[in-house]
Structure formats: structure tokens, C-alpha cells
């Protein structure tokens, strides 16, 4: 009786062990996956790291080594042991350095004393006999001969180290804790005092108290079972306040991935383990040995598990992570994500409509042009036939007014085209055109039967309510550009508001630290871009935290007290500065960042047209763009960090109106 139950208790340890690796593991990838350049990842990567390594070892030691490999993974396994106390300590340290206590050098020097402490526990429990003493070894409770630790003279000085390093990390975290201003915060701190200490007392080599064998005994695997389960659940337990750390996603956001990813990566690891564990060894399930059984096993598990995720997520999601007004708020934003299309979607839909039109009407070309550009724009065709953009241009007003006083269907003849008008409903009270359809001509007066107007007008209501979604969703796509930098919080603000200022540094290493600028540098970048894209009007331009840089109300004296025509000086200005010197040449290498800006955002050209004159590709340009947009952002960000005494050179802009608009562009192409 008391073998069967030790049996099943080793298995049960050996199940647990193996599913500690893989959580430990699977949080180590998610923490460096997503926060890696933040301290308090890397430094909660290390402590995750010798966790693995511990049990890892473990897991190893279950599947039966040869002698020498078992003495070997029993000395391997500190390198997880020896590193813990350590890694505890310097975790607790990024957690103080967070809330704006940097270490003036004491506490740096003495996390470097104890790497090189830890470095000589592992150096002695590989290579010696002072630390540790792998010892042949028997229990009554288990066959054959195994491998137990024995204690070395070195092993209590461990002790005093384990213990005075993981009762500093504490208090460190408690120093921590204190500088937390915001509840949330004070919480999340507080789970990480307890929690990161379970991990070292989970790994601490507790058998070497115990006694040769006396792991193997019905106590002490019940003891470690309990302690592997308080890992396992400690584990879960402290990836969440981590994952806070140097997010830049609100806080909704972070449970959300870190719940589908626990439950979607780790849990499916091990019920896919488990199901092995346990059937692999079975003799027969329905008459089926094992072996066989436990690949299909494997797969029905897993299949079955994500099935049963894929239902239940989305219930633990509203009760764990929304609260009722945000669940209402959430669905209304995922309703309008799963109701938007790209433009492609758009363009398929209108090519499919007049794929359509060119079967019932028997002809082989057809197209749609938008008018709502500066110049019309053929965006969906199907067959050869397309008219010439500047033939379409030049005519456009005169084809409008035939388009007006068109009878049959709304159609008339254009050069070798039966032309019909798409026109916007939802805007304005009246029907505005905001496109046109043509079709290859069959003849050349038109001639529709009753049924062919009843079907092409139906078809035309199609590419009409294409055309106007089409062009809303371009709307709120660019409202969005120029809004989301702005609603962005950055890291560094979320520090000022949820712990207490830092303290002052040394007056004698303040000749060794840089400045560091009030402002996240890749948001700001983002600000630049939005600002850019709406440079004649926008919530980009008009909605830009830029408007509160000192060089943009500075330069509102010179514009009329008008915000957005200053900010829109400065933007110009740092524009003029990629500008070389001499003749201005389109395909000159150097020429290239100031002709994208010129062209892209002062005349607001496609990146079609921008491509064509520059002869490059489109993904060749967006690439170039966004190395120029940086460019500009680099000069402000000068002007505004740099020198007290540097002053930006700011040419005042005329009112905007279209008329300014294109003799600016005019202005800076000489």
C-alpha cells in the first residue's frame, strides 16, 4: 500500500516539476517578448530563468539517467540554486529604481559582490566537494539505488547568504511599496513582496536538511508536492504585477494578453504533458495499448482545451477585466474593429459590382472614379479599356453637368463610354457626386431595355453605397491618425503619477548624468507623424500635444495667436532645414528626404504620384518617409531640448486657405 502511494505521488511530483518548467519557461518568453529593453523584465527574466533551471533538473532526474549524468544534473541543478538569492535582490532593486530610487552605486556594487558570490556556490557545487556531496543512496520507500545530496562545510554559509539576500529583497520591495502613490500600484507592489519569495523558498535544496533519502519518503513528497503547487500558483501569481512593468498598453489591455496567453501557451503545454504522463504508461484505454493511445490523446486534449477557451474566454474576460461601463465602451470599439474594412476590401467590392455590370451588360471593361481627391482617381477597373486622368480632369465640371441632365438610366455617351454618377446621400441632404462608373460602350447611342435600368440602377446603388463607406471610413481612419499620439500615455508619465518623485542625485556625479528630456522620444516621433499628416488642418495638427512645446508658443506672436498656424510654422521650418543647398533636382539622392516632405505633406500628393516623380517604389518611399518624418522630429526635439540658448529660425506663414496652400508649396520647390 505504501509503495502504491508513494508511486503515485512521485508521478504526481514528476507531473508537477515538469508543469513548473513550462510556466516558469513560457512567462520567461512572454516577459522578454514584450517589455525587454524595461530593467524590472530583464531582471524578473532571471529570476524566472533559475527557476526553470532548478526544476528543469528535476524533470531530467525522473526519466531515469545513467549514474554519471544523474551526479551531473544534481550538480547542474545549482546553477539555479546559487543564482536565486541574487537575481531576487536585483529584481527587488529595479523595482526601486522604478519608483525613482536609483542606486548612487552602493547597492550596483554590492549586486555585483554577490554575482560573484553566487558564481563561486556554483563553481563549487560543479567542480568540489565543499558546497554539496552527491552520495549513493537507499529508502524502503523506493527500488533500487539512487543519488541523494549530502551537506559540505560550505553549505551553511549558503544558508546565511540565501537568507540575508531574499530578507533584503523584501525589504527592498517594502522600500518600494511605500513610494507607490496610486492604490493599483500599492497592490500590485504588495503581491510582489510575497510572491517573489516563493520561487527561492520553492528551489531551496530543503532535501539536504532532510537527510540521505528522506526526499523519497511518503512525508517528504508530500511536502514537495504542496510547495510545487504553491510555485505553480505563485508563479501565475507574480507574472501579473510584472507585467505592468514598462508597459506602454493600458492596464486593460495587459490582462487581457496575459490571461489568453496563459491560458492559450502555458495551460495547453501542460494538458498536453499531463495527458502523456498519464497514458503513455497505461497497459490498455478501450482496449488500446498505451503507446498508441497517447498520440491521439495528445491531439484530443489540446483540441478540446482550446475549443473549450475559445467559449469561455470571452465570459472570463467581462468578469475578471471589464467593468460594466467599460464593457459597454469595449464593445462598442470591437464592433467597429470587426465592421471596418481595409481599403483593398473596398476596391474587391467595387471590382466585384462591376464584374457584375460587364456580365449583364456584355462588355469587356469597366471602371469607378472617385472625385473625392484633389483630382479624379480611377480606383477599381475590370477589363483593358480605362480613360486617360487628365482627359477625365480637364472635363470633369463639363461631364458633371451632362451627368445632370442624363434621362436613360442617368447615363451618357464619353469617349467610347456609357458614364454614370455615384452620388453621396448620408453627408448633406442633397445627392453630391462623389464618383463616376463607366462602361465600354456597345453602341453608340445608349439603348437599355426595362429590365437592364431596373438591374444596372440596382447595381449602381451598390457601387454608390461602396464608394460613400469607403470614403466615411477614410475619414475616421484619419481622424485616428491624428488623434491616438495625442490620448497616448507613455511610460514616463504613468511613473510621475503612480510614484513619488525621485530624489535629488549627488551634486558630485551630476557632471556624469545626462539630460534627459520630459518627454518619451518614440511618442513624440508619433506626435511629429500625425502632425505632419493633417499639416492643413486635422486633430493632428489642431489636437497635438507639440502645441505646448515653447517654440511653437513663441513662435504664436508671429501667427496671429493661432496655435495650429505656429505649430504649423515650426513644422515648416524643420522641413527647410533638410533642405540642401543649390538647384533643387528630383532624382538627387540628397534631395530625396526634402522632395518626400515637400511633395507627401506640403502639397499632399499620393504616394502614387510621389513615386512616379521620384521613381522609386511604394514600400522604397513609405521606408524613406518615415526616415524623413524622423528627421523633422529630430530637429524640433532639438530646438525644443537642446542648448537654453538655441533658437529656432521660424519663416511666419501666411493664413491658410487653398490659395496659401499652393503658392507655400510653389514657394519651396525652386
Given at each position: 500500500?505504501d509503495?502504491?502511494?508513494?508511486?503515485?505521488l512521485?508521478?504526481?511530483n514528476e507531473?508537477?516539476?515538469?508543469?513548473?518548467?513550462?510556466?516558469?519557461?513560457s512567462?520567461?518568453?512572454?516577459?522578454?517578448?514584450?517589455?525587454?529593453?524595461?530593467?524590472?523584465?530583464?531582471?524578473?527574466?532571471?529570476?524566472?530563468?533559475c527557476?526553470?533551471?532548478?526544476?528543469?533538473?528535476?524533470?531530467?532526474?525522473?526519466?531515469?539517467?545513467?549514474?554519471?549524468?544523474?551526479?551531473?544534473?544534481?550538480?547542474?541543478?545549482?546553477?539555479g540554486?546559487a543564482?536565486?538569492?541574487?537575481?531576487?535582490?536585483h529584481?527587488?532593486?529595479?523595482?526601486?529604481?522604478?519608483?525613482?530610487?536609483?542606486?548612487?552605486g552602493?547597492r550596483?556594487?554590492?549586486?555585483?559582490?554577490?554575482y560573484?558570490i553566487?558564481?563561486?556556490?556554483?563553481?563549487s557545487?560543479?567542480?568540489g566537494?565543499?558546497?554539496?556531496?552527491?552520495?549513493?543512496?537507499?529508502?524502503?520507500?523506493?527500488?533500487?539505488?539512487?543519488y541523494?545530496?549530502?551537506?559540505?562545510?560550505?553549505?551553511?554559509v549558503?544558508?546565511?547568504?540565501?537568507v540575508?539576500?531574499?530578507?533584503?529583497?523584501?525589504?527592498?520591495?517594502?522600500?518600494?511599496?511605500?513610494?507607490?502613490?496610486?492604490r493599483?500600484?500599492?497592490?500590485?507592489?504588495?503581491y510582489?513582496q510575497?510572491?517573489?519569495?516563493?520561487?527561492?523558498?520553492?528551489?531551496?535544496?530543503?532535501?539536504l536538511?532532510?537527510g540521505?533519502?528522506?526526499?523519497?519518503?511518503?512525508?517528504?513528497?508530500?511536502?514537495?508536492n504542496a510547495?510545487?503547487i504553491?510555485?505553480?500558483?505563485?508563479?501565475?501569481?507574480?507574472?501579473?504585477?510584472?507585467?505592468f512593468?514598462?508597459?506602454?498598453?493600458?492596464?486593460?489591455?495587459?490582462?487581457?494578453?496575459?490571461?489568453?496567453?496563459?491560458?492559450?501557451?502555458?495551460?495547453t503545454?501542460?494538458?498536453?504533458l499531463?495527458?502523456?504522463?498519464?497514458?503513455?504508461?497505461?497497459?490498455?484505454?478501450?482496449?488500446?495499448?498505451?503507446?498508441?493511445?497517447?498520440p491521439?490523446?495528445?491531439?484530443?486534449?489540446?483540441?478540446?482545451?482550446?475549443?473549450?477557451?475559445?467559449?469561455?474566454?470571452?465570459?472570463?474576460?467581462?468578469?475578471?477585466?471589464?467593468?460594466?461601463?467599460?464593457?459597454?465602451?469595449?464593445m462598442?470599439?470591437?464592433?467597429l474593429?470587426?465592421?471596418?474594412?481595409?481599403?483593398?476590401?473596398?476596391?474587391?467590392?467595387?471590382?466585384?459590382t462591376?464584374?457584375?455590370?460587364?456580365?449583364?451588360?456584355?462588355?469587356?471593361?469597366?471602371?469607378v472614379?472617385?472625385l473625392?481627391?484633389?483630382r479624379?482617381?480611377?480606383?477599381?477597373r475590370?477589363?483593358?479599356?480605362?480613360?486617360?486622368a487628365?482627359?477625365?480632369?480637364?472635363?470633369?465640371?463639363?461631364?458633371r453637368?451632362?451627368?445632370?441632365?442624363a434621362?436613360?438610366?442617368?447615363?451618357?455617351?464619353?469617349?467610347?463610354?456609357?458614364?454614370?454618377?455615384?452620388?453621396?446621400?448620408?453627408?448633406?441632404?442633397?445627392?453630391?457626386?462623389?464618383?463616376?462608373?463607366?462602361?465600354?460602350?456597345?453602341?453608340?447611342?445608349?439603348?437599355?431595355?426595362?429590365?437592364?435600368?431596373?438591374?444596372?440602377?440596382?447595381?449602381?446603388?451598390?457601387?454608390?453605397t461602396?464608394?460613400?463607406?469607403?470614403?466615411i471610413?477614410?475619414?475616421?481612419?484619419?481622424?485616428l491618425?491624428?488623434?491616438?499620439p495625442?490620448?497616448?500615455?507613455?511610460?514616463?508619465a504613468?511613473?510621475?503619477?503612480e510614484?513619488?518623485?525621485?530624489?535629488?542625485?549627488?551634486?558630485?556625479?551630476?557632471?556624469?548624468?545626462?539630460?534627459?528630456?520630459p518627454?518619451?522620444?518614440?511618442?513624440?516621433?508619433?506626435?511629429?507623424r500625425?502632425?505632419?499628416?493633417?499639416?492643413?488642418?486635422?486633430p493632428?495638427?489642431?489636437?497635438?500635444?507639440?502645441?505646448?512645446?515653447?517654440?511653437?508658443?513663441?513662435?504664436?506672436?508671429?501667427?496671429?495667436?493661432?496655435?495650429?498656424?505656429?505649430?504649423?510654422?515650426?513644422?515648416?521650418?524643420?522641413?527647410e532645414?533638410q533642405?540642401p543647398?543649390?538647384?533643387?533636382?528630383?532624382?538627387?539622392?540628397?534631395?530625396?528626404?526634402?522632395?518626400i516632405?515637400e511633395?507627401r505633406?506640403?502639397?499632399?500628393?499620393?504616394?502614387?504620384?510621389?513615386?512616379?516623380?521620384?521613381?522609386?517604389?511604394?514600400?522604397?518611399?513609405?521606408?524613406?518617409?518615415r526616415?524623413?518624418?524622423?528627421a523633422?522630429?529630430?530637429?524640433?526635439?532639438?530646438?525644443?531640448?537642446g542648448?537654453?540658448?538655441q533658437q529656432?529660425?521660424?519663416?511666419?506663414?501666411?493664413?491658410?486657405?487653398r490659395?496659401?496652400?499652393?503658392?507655400?508649396?510653389?514657394?519651396?520647390?525652386g
Open positions: 500500500m509503495s502504491a502511494v508513494i508511486a503515485i512521485s508521478l504526481i507531473t508537477l516539476a515538469s508543469a513548473i518548467v513550462i510556466v516558469a519557461f512567462l520567461l518568453l512572454y516577459n522578454l517578448s514584450r517589455n525587454l529593453n524595461n530593467t524590472v523584465a530583464r531582471t524578473s527574466a532571471l529570476v524566472l530563468g527557476v526553470t533551471a532548478a526544476y528543469l533538473c528535476d524533470v531530467l532526474i525522473s526519466l531515469d539517467p545513467s549514474p554519471g549524468t544523474y551526479r551531473a544534473i544534481l550538480r547542474l541543478q545549482w546553477l540554486i543564482f536565486m538569492p541574487v537575481a531576487l535582490v529584481l527587488s532593486d529595479a523595482l526601486l529604481e522604478t519608483t525613482g530610487l536609483p542606486s548612487r552602493r550596483s556594487r554590492i549586486i555585483q559582490l554577490m560573484l553566487s558564481a563561486v556556490f556554483l563553481l557545487a560543479a567542480f566537494e565543499s558546497l554539496i556531496r552527491p552520495m549513493p543512496a537507499t529508502s524502503a520507500f523506493t527500488t533500487g539505488t539512487f541523494s545530496l549530502e551537506p559540505g562545510p560550505l553549505f551553511p549558503y544558508i546565511a547568504y540565501f540575508v539576500a531574499t530578507t533584503f529583497a523584501f525589504i527592498n520591495v517594502g522600500r518600494a511599496r511605500q513610494r507607490c502613490l496610486t493599483d500600484t500599492r497592490r500590485r507592489m504588495g510582489l510575497f510572491a517573489m519569495l516563493t520561487p527561492a523558498l520553492g528551489i531551496f535544496p530543503f532535501s536538511l532532510l540521505a533519502g528522506e526526499e523519497y519518503s511518503l512525508v517528504g513528497l508530500l511536502l514537495v510547495a510545487n504553491v510555485v505553480i500558483l505563485m508563479l501565475a501569481f507574480l507574472a501579473y504585477p510584472l507585467s512593468f514598462g508597459s506602454r498598453v493600458p492596464d486593460r489591455v495587459v490582462k487581457t494578453e496575459l490571461l489568453r496567453f496563459f491560458l492559450r501557451g502555458p495551460m503545454g501542460v494538458i498536453a499531463v495527458t502523456v504522463l498519464y497514458t503513455f504508461p497505461a497497459t490498455r484505454i478501450i482496449g488500446i495499448p498505451g503507446q498508441s493511445f497517447a491521439f490523446a495528445v491531439v484530443a486534449t489540446v483540441l478540446m482545451w482550446q475549443w473549450f477557451v475559445a467559449i469561455v474566454l470571452p465570459v472570463i474576460e467581462r468578469r475578471l477585466v471589464y467593468a460594466d461601463d467599460d464593457r459597454e465602451q469595449f462598442r470599439l470591437q464592433t474593429s470587426e465592421r471596418l474594412l481595409t481599403r483593398d476590401d473596398y476596391v474587391q467590392l467595387l471590382e466585384a462591376l464584374a457584375s455590370i460587364c456580365e449583364y451588360m456584355r462588355v469587356g471593361s469597366a471602371f472614379i472617385s473625392l481627391e484633389t479624379p482617381d480611377v480606383i477599381a475590370v477589363g483593358p479599356l480605362v480613360p486617360d487628365n482627359s477625365m480632369e480637364g472635363e470633369a465640371d463639363s461631364l453637368e451632362h451627368l445632370a441632365s434621362e436613360e438610366a442617368q447615363l451618357v455617351v464619353w469617349r467610347g463610354f456609357w458614364v454614370a454618377a455615384l452620388n453621396g446621400r448620408r453627408s448633406t441632404s442633397e445627392p453630391e457626386p462623389i464618383g463616376l462608373l463607366g462602361l465600354q460602350a456597345r453602341a453608340p447611342e445608349i439603348s437599355l431595355t426595362e429590365d437592364e435600368q431596373s438591374t444596372l440602377a440596382k447595381l449602381l446603388l451598390r457601387a454608390e461602396t464608394l460613400e463607406d469607403m470614403a471610413q477614410t475619414q475616421i481612419i484619419h481622424a491618425e491624428g488623434l491616438l495625442q490620448i497616448g500615455l507613455t511610460a514616463e504613468r511613473e510621475q503619477i510614484y513619488l518623485p525621485p530624489r535629488a542625485p549627488n551634486p558630485s556625479a551630476k557632471a556624469d548624468l545626462r539630460y534627459s528630456p518627454v518619451d522620444r518614440e511618442q513624440f516621433n508619433e506626435q511629429v500625425a502632425a505632419l499628416r493633417h499639416y492643413w488642418g486635422g493632428g495638427l489642431t489636437n497635438s500635444r507639440l502645441l505646448d512645446l515653447h517654440i511653437v508658443r513663441r513662435q504664436e506672436t508671429y501667427s496671429a495667436e493661432n496655435p495650429a498656424r505656429a505649430l504649423r510654422s515650426v513644422l515648416q521650418s524643420a522641413i532645414a533642405r543647398p543649390g538647384e533643387r533636382k528630383l532624382l538627387s539622392p540628397e534631395w530625396t528626404l526634402y522632395n516632405l511633395l505633406f506640403i502639397k499632399g500628393e499620393k504616394v502614387r504620384d510621389v513615386g512616379q516623380k521620384l521613381a522609386m517604389s511604394d514600400a522604397d518611399l513609405y521606408r524613406k518617409q526616415v524623413a518624418i524622423d523633422v522630429a529630430d530637429v524640433m526635439f532639438d530646438l525644443e531640448y542648448s537654453a540658448s529656432p529660425t521660424i519663416t511666419p506663414l501666411a493664413a491658410p486657405s490659395y496659401t496652400r499652393d503658392s507655400a508649396s510653389s514657394g519651396v520647390t
